[in-house]
């Protein structure tokens, strides 16, 4: 088989060669001389050697003649001989870094991606092996995809001949092909190519093009990227690794987006921290950031200067408010950079239209003063919207109704409970939920001791002892309170200096036995001057409880009389146990969204919005069936979260209308994907050789190294051709004399 067969009917031109040498036996004149008498009678008994010298030295010339024929005809074989002599196909197996930093690009000069000049190194290759007719095979891997593959889907293109119509296949392809909005970790390509390398090796020529822009924080753990590289090279394929960009440029990125801790409610003003970072080695100043809400524009920030290399701090704060309860959209964009992708940043907060607190009084007390009233002033002080709606009960409503629909329970007395009242405030705790407790003169010690505490195992801290006096301090006039840490519930006070706090007096207390070893699930909020603890929280399942081992009521103290720290901390105090039930779960690119919905209300399956890519893709819907359980719950997991945006959850109820409600779900980018910083190129060249394989970039990258590694058949013929040339020189040299050489 011949590459150019057209090239064969050159042969019959071997009979030219035969037909000079007869016609050069031909032309000599007879010319009688009696001195060559004696010669000839020589020859003639040498004649037959040197006949077959001539017919030797023919056959020679024509051989080189058809071997040159046969080199520039470029034959194929197959089988073991042709293996043997380089006639193996070459497999091409390209791994494609797709993540998000391909798409750094210069614009401050309005340059193209760097990821159009990785598929620029696919074009050449192609375009290579066109010209070469070798019948090679190509497959593309993309890291995006790298996760699937491993798991047995195909890749993009697995193992597709490089003729007309498969390179054309692939030029298709890649003209529209985007960077994902991903960040993986290259070295899982890798896992691919050696299982490819595997599977190819014996029918081909497998060589591996690694194609990424080698960021610093992809090659932290290198040892594992060359151990790979390693194997590959032992199983007998080739690794070329291929920089697509040569130097680092200046990017801005968000990496994050929260709600400060406080009352989050209807038209209440909160906060929002959003996290900025500055990859480039200079200072940036006057940074833009404008905010949508509900995709209404705000007015915009600018931040002064970012330091290089450095994350804004403290993270920039801004204000936001939301008329209306339900799901709402924010959204944060930075001014445009290198990098488009982690330019932006978005939240869903749920907003309830208030935060709903549950006050549990005893039924009788014997001060005249009602604790719930202390704290319902507090909570809702004249004049002032704080988003918080108090409702207040006796301690059998915690046995007779469901807790789920509170934010914060206050226990204003820890006074006795029925023991399906204790199971269902440590069930509603255990699921998120926050409790206050306050301890006063009608609390029961023994029900705590015994129930609340339960040897460590309950909602309670510590251990009581007994209510027990504060001495007056008449010498040095310390403060009551001593603040330990930065509790939320104190952070407008500074470590009891507060003049407030000064003010507070306590006269009783309770007294509890220490921690006898340390628990990571009590911390120690504030102290009395005499040591002893005076409030505490304590981790109970996802929720969590804060204790006051005094009253709420100015009975066993004076904070609640008239004192502005106690209206502080009461907020704090409700802001910072609600917030144990968090707004909706920030996702990332590439995480899974789970789904669940309750049969008795909504159908068993869901329609997801799907949002649109900037100049990418336009938004899409899909469908999905979830699975009934036996506990009338249908579940089920969307896992295509490909883009960054806000997904829409649309679950259809049972009654004929068409009302649906929506979930609303936030996905971003990873924020360290777009770390711009890279490895240096003489340290990654000098790791890449110690695996012999070879570092080039994008930009000088050549075929010619790929292709020159294993002999040909043109090569093999044009190697016998010279062969036949040399002896064809030395055989002429034997058969012509001297004489006729010279002449």
Same mark, same amino acid.
């Given at each position: ?129 066109? @010209? ?65 390398? @595997? ?40 690794? @070329?690794? &291929? ?62 200067? &970012? ?57 009788? @007390? ?158 120690? &909020? ?218």
């Amino acid at each position: 088989m011949f590459v150019y067969q057209s090239l064969l009917w050159f042969l019959p031109i071997l009979g030219l060669v035969v037909l000079i040498h007869l016609i050069n036996m031909f032309r000599h004149r007879r010319v009688e001389w009696a001195a060559l008498e004696f010669l000839l009678a020589s020859y003639k008994r040498s004649r037959t050697r040197i006949l077959m010298q001539q017919l030797l030295l023919l056959l020679l010339r024509m051989l080189v003649i058809a071997a040159a024929i046969f080199m520039l005809a470029r034959p194929k074989f197959e089988g073991i001989i042709g293996d043997l002599l380089g006639g193996k196909p070459t497999h091409h197996i390209i791994l494609l870094d797709d993540s998000y930093s391909m798409n750094d690009r210069n614009t401050a000069q309005g340059a193209g991606a760097i990821f159009d000049d990785a598929l620029g190194v696919i074009k050449q290759i192609i375009d290579t092996a066109a @010209r070469r007719q070798n019948n090679d095979k190509l497959t593309l891997v993309r890291l995006s995809k790298t996760h699937a593959i491993n798991h047995g889907s195909p890749p993009d293109f697995a193992e597709i001949t490089l003729n007309e119509e498969g390179i054309q296949n692939i030029r298709d392809t890649i003209k529209s092909m985007p960077t994902s909005q991903g960040a993986f970790d290259p070295a899982d390509m890798l896992d691919s190519a050696i299982s490819l390398v @595997r599977q190819s090796i014996a029918r081909s020529k497998p060589v591996v093009y690694f194609i990424s822009d080698f960021r610093s924080v992809n090659w932290q753990n290198h040892a594992e990227i060359l151990k790979k590289i390693s194997e590959i090279r032992t199983i007998g394929g080739g690794v @070329r690794m &291929i920089r697509a960009v040569d130097e680092e440029r200046a990017n801005l990125g968000i990496t994050s987006m929260q709600l400060v801790d406080g009352i989050h409610a209807a038209d209440v003003e909160m906060l929002i921290d959003a996290g900025i970072v500055n990859y480039g080695h200079d200072d940036i100043d006057n940074v833009h950031l404008s905010v949508s809400i509900d995709d209404v524009a705000q007015t915009g920030v600018t931040i002064p200067r &970012i330091k290089a290399g450095e994350s804004l701090n403290p993270p920039l704060r801004f204000p936001v408010r939301f008329p209306n309860s339900g799901n709402h959209r924010v959204e944060i964009k930075l001014q445009p950079d290198s990098i488009a992708d982690d330019n932006s940043r978005m939240l869903v907060v749920n907003v309830p239209s208030a935060i709903e607190i549950l006050l549990i009084t005893p039924d009788r @007390r014997t001060s005249s003063f009602d604790p719930a009233q202390f704290v319902r002033i507090a909570l809702s002080p004249s004049g002032i919207k704080s988003g918080i709606r108090t409702r207040t009960e006796p301690p059998s409503f915690l046995s007779a109704n469901p807790l789920k629909q509170y934010s914060v329970i206050f226990l204003l007395e820890a006074m006795q409970l029925e023991q399906t009242a204790i199971q269902s405030l440590e069930e509603y705790v255990s699921r998120g939920g926050g409790v206050a407790f306050f301890i006063g003169a009608d609390s029961n010690l023994d029900f705590v001791r015994t129930t609340l505490y339960n040897n460590g195992k309950g909602l309670f801290p510590f251990e009581p002892i007994a209510a027990a006096q504060l001495e007056p301090d008449l010498l040095a006039n310390k403060p009551d309170i001593n603040i330990v840490g930065n509790h939320p519930i104190f952070r407008l006070f500074s470590e009891g200096d507060s003049p407030l706090l000064a003010g507070v007096k306590i006269e009783k207390y309770l007294a509890t036995s220490q921690l006898k070893d340390k628990n990571e699930n009590v911390n120690i &909020i504030a102290n009395l001057r005499n040591g002893q603890p005076l409030v505490a929280e304590k981790s109970f399942g996802k929720g969590k409880t804060i204790t006051f081992l005094t009253s709420v009521a100015p009975v066993w103290n004076n904070w609640g009389k008239g004192n502005p720290s106690f209206v502080v901390v009461m907020l704090e105090l409700a802001a910072s146990l609600a917030d144990t039930k968090k707004e909706t779960d920030q996702l990332l690119v590439g995480n899974s969204i789970p789904i669940s919905v309750d049969t008795s209300i909504f159908e068993p399956k869901v329609e997801i919005n799907i949002p649109p890519r900037e100049g990418i893709s336009e938004g899409s819907i899909t469908r999905l069936d979830l699975i009934n359980n036996d506990e009338g719950i249908a579940k089920g997991i969307f896992d295509k979260t490909e883009v960054a945006g806000f997904y829409e959850v649309k679950l259809q109820q049972h009654s004929n209308s068409n009302e649906k409600n929506i979930d609303l779900y936030a996905v971003n980018v990873q924020a360290n994907e777009g770390n711009t910083g890279l490895i240096d190129v003489s340290e990654l060249a000098m790791l890449i050789r110690s695996v012999n394989a070879s570092l080039e970039s994008a930009a000088g990258f050549s075929t010619s190294f790929d292709f020159s590694t294993s002999a040909s058949w043109s090569d093999i013929f044009l190697y016998i051709m010279i062969a036949f040339m040399m002896i064809e020189i030395f055989l002429a040299g034997r058969i012509i004399p001297p004489s006729k050489r010279s002449s």
